[in-house]
């Protein structure tokens, strides 16, 4: 348990939607980093929050865009889905920036495009 | 370009037997280095780390790694393996000049047999 949570579990959209996926850090933990795992795949980077700014982005369309807010929780957003956005997303809190502060990381939020 | 590989798709080991998980890695200078294990419905779960120092790391759950320069390798191993370790083993980099992005290879499943 890392005290890391994300909602909703599993979600299905249809093509051309938005979404929205919420995530809830460790308490203090001032960065998030979220990342997509497709099926059979590692996770990939999308972008990392420090203080409330996006701090680094990983290869990832604007239509990936995020929130973090002051009381640890954070969203992200994807306009216009695509199908090829079916994936599980991770979210990471950590307390400072580097990867050395090692990153907690939520159990997903399955999104399924149709 | 940059890369981290995990040669091994799928690995099945004995209850009791020893484990070695591969990693290669490709990048300018060594990276930090990382190993993380994903259970079902669950988040990633750091094992170990490697920044510098000691060649041999040691980290949760009985797993050790060690750190080869001359073969660009961080490769994971366990002595006795329990049912309880059948998962989903990612190996990941973060290059030292970007520190805040975590690349992950395409990951190892590992399935135990009594």
């Known amino acids: 348990e890392t005290g890391v949570t994300q909602s909703p579990t599993h979600l299905i959209k249809t093509r051309g939607q938005q979404v929205t996926l919420r995530c809830s850090s460790q308490?203090?933990?001032?960065?998030v980093s979220w990342y997509q795992q497709a099926l059979g795949q590692g996770p990939q980077f999308i972008f990392q929050?420090?203080?409330?700014?996006?701090?680094g982005r990983g290869n990832f369309p604007p239509r990936f865009s995020g929130l973090q807010f002051p009381n640890y929780s954070s969203e992200l957003n994807v306009n216009a889905l695509e199908l090829d956005d079916s994936a599980l997303y991770l979210c990471?809190?950590?307390?400072?920036?580097?990867?050395?502060?090692?990153?907690?990381f939520g159990p997903g939020t399955r999104l399924t495009v149709l | 370009a940059q890369s981290v590989t995990q040669p091994d798709i799928h690995i099945t080991v004995s209850e009791g037997a020893s484990l070695e998980l591969r990693c290669n890695y490709s990048?300018?200078?060594?990276?930090?280095l990382f190993w993380y294990v994903q259970s079902p419905g669950q988040g990633l779960q750091l094992l170990l780390k490697?920044?510098?120092?000691?060649?041999l790391v040691q980290g949760i759950k009985g797993f050790e790694a060690e750190f080869k320069r001359s073969q660009s390798s961080f490769n994971l191993r366990k002595p006795s393996v329990h049912w309880s370790d059948a998962a989903e083993y990612f190996c990941?980099?973060?290059?030292?000049?970007?520190?805040?992005?975590?690349?992950f290879g395409a990951g190892t499943t590992v399935t135990v047999r009594a």
């Open positions: 308490s203090g933990h001032n960065t």
């Open positions: 490697y920044f510098s120092g000691d060649t």
């Open positions: 990941a980099v973060a290059p030292r000049s970007n520190d805040y992005k975590l690349s």
């Open positions: 990471a809190s950590s307390p400072g920036l580097a990867v050395f502060d090692e990153q907690f």
């Open positions: 929050y420090y203080r409330e700014e996006e701090n």
């Open positions: 990048y300018g200078a060594t990276p930090y």
